[in-house]
């Protein structure tokens, strides 16, 4: 079985780019990421990709040039990104292909993610009160944990004032100017506990990997990140998404926590290991709820490394060193691979200001509706 490296990385900044197609960010961003590599499309022996709201991935075929090269379009809801990336750490890994590249894009309208219910097989009343991808949602989810875990407002305050930091320091990054605590925490309430800085919005943006196998990296005279876990799981009996508050409920355990375990395992490493993590804050709360389900910390622990500093740049462990989902946006098929990008930055050395101290594992984590996640474990 070979080792999977990622030779090449490419993005096009995260944002409102009026002027541009979701597509056209998408072949940027591919053309980045075949540059960075110095290597051609008709290198390739395979991609795959995928889009949420700016048509499929492969229209970028006869833009980048008709090779005949093996397209596959990637749907995973906001893990696209990252099952996309599985896809082709699997075509390597079998020995079946040497040399391909992963890709993602979008370009969502202004305003709220709100699906149709009925697309999902759910009834209208589950969307009417709120319980879709809604601000609503969100706040369920992490008003709950709050009361179970002891995490104040306070904390998810901190959280944003740091995304912010963060993304000042990004180029790719969309919100790139902080704000601090206290403006966030006072800020126009949406949802309750949740104000509007404490929110991703949709965005658009694009991001692509090229990725090889040992030989053909050494063939090259490259050198690359390897790819020491890539995972895709989905929910099981009892893992529930939103619930009362009231309702005292025994919880099985969710898309995350066995995408990470299994991750974990298949890099022979633990939570321990990791020196910086991108993990999904599609809001303030879920990178809170997530630093635990991804084994990075107990549940209410993140109180105090939050209020401690250990989660920012500088920090015992670095997380969302390029603002995630907050500074950045959410541009659905690109989102996971940003992650994966802001990684491979880390390890190479190449994050500029907000560099972390002699990275060499790296960790990532996007979850995706209606319950899966993936989960990407690079080591320098």
């Known amino acids: 079985m070979s080792e999977v490296h990622i030779i090449g990385a490419g993005i096009h900044p995260f944002g409102r780019h009026d002027d541009m197609s979701g597509l056209d960010q998408g072949v940027f961003a591919a053309r980045q990421a075949l540059a960075d590599a110095g290597v051609a499309w008709t290198d390739m022996q395979f991609a795959f990709g995928g889009s949420s709201a700016a048509g499929n991935a492969d229209a970028m075929l006869p833009r980048m040039g008709?090779?005949?090269?093996?397209?596959i379009n990637?749907?995973?809801?906001?893990?696209?990104?990252?099952?996309?990336?599985?896809?082709?750490?699997?075509?390597?890994?079998?020995?079946?292909?040497?040399?391909?590249?992963?890709?993602?894009?979008?370009?969502?309208?202004?305003?709220?993610?709100?699906?149709?219910?009925?697309?999902?097989?759910?009834?209208?009343?589950?969307?009417?009160?709120?319980?879709?991808?809604?601000?609503?949602?969100?706040?369920?989810?992490i008003t709950r944990y709050m009361a179970l875990h002891g995490i104040s407002p306070e904390a998810l305050a901190l959280v944003a004032e740091k995304a912010f930091e963060n993304g000042a320091k990004a180029p790719h990054a969309w919100r790139r100017q902080p704000v601090d605590a206290e403006t966030i925490l006072?800020?126009?309430?949406?949802?309750?506990?949740?104000?509007?800085?404490?929110?991703?919005?949709?965005?658009?943006?694009?991001?692509?990997l090229v990725i090889a196998?040992?030989?053909?990296?050494?063939?090259?005279?490259?050198?690359?990140?390897?790819?020491?876990?890539?995972?895709?799981?989905?929910?099981?009996?009892?893992?529930?998404?939103?619930?009362?508050?009231?309702?005292?409920?025994?919880?099985?355990?969710?898309?995350?926590?066995?995408?990470?375990?299994?991750?974990?395992?298949?890099?022979g490493l633990g939570p321990e290991d990791i020196d910086v993590a991108q993990i999904q804050d599609t809001e303030s709360g879920a990178e809170i709820m997530h630093m635990a389900e991804n084994g990075l910390c107990a549940d209410g622990e993140q109180e105090r490394l939050i209020r401690d500093g250990d989660t920012r740049l500088g920090g015992r462990l670095p997380i969302n060193t390029d603002g995630g989902c907050l500074a950045c946006g959410e541009p659905v098929g690109a989102s996971g691979l940003r992650q994966v990008y802001e990684n491979v930055q880390q390890l190479r050395g190449r994050a500029g200001d907000r560099q972390v101290a002699d990275a060499?594992?790296?960790?990532?984590?996007?979850?995706?509706a209606p319950g899966l996640s993936a989960v990407v474990i690079l080591e320098a």
């Open 360 to 368: 060499r594992i790296g960790y990532s984590q996007v979850y995706g």
């Open 213 to 267: 196998s040992d030989r053909k990296m050494r063939a090259l005279g490259l050198k690359g990140p390897k790819l020491r876990g890539a995972t895709v799981r989905t929910r099981v009996d009892g893992s529930f998404e939103v619930f009362s508050p009231a309702l005292d409920i025994e919880r099985g355990p969710s898309p995350t926590q066995i995408a990470s375990k299994a991750a974990y395992e298949m890099a």
């Open 66 to 71: 008709l090779t005949g090269v093996q397209f």
């Open 74 to 141: 990637v749907a995973n809801g906001c893990a696209t990104g990252g099952s996309a990336l599985l896809s082709g750490y699997w075509a390597v890994k079998s020995g079946e292909f040497d040399i391909g590249i992963v890709v993602g894009f979008d370009k969502h309208p202004r305003g709220a993610f709100n699906p149709d219910p009925e697309e999902w097989g759910l009834p209208a009343w589950y969307g009417e009160i709120g319980l879709m991808l809604t601000t609503q949602f969100f706040a369920n989810k």
């Open 186 to 208: 006072n800020a126009q309430m949406v949802s309750d506990p949740l104000t509007k800085y404490m929110f991703c919005s949709p965005a658009e943006g694009g991001a692509a």
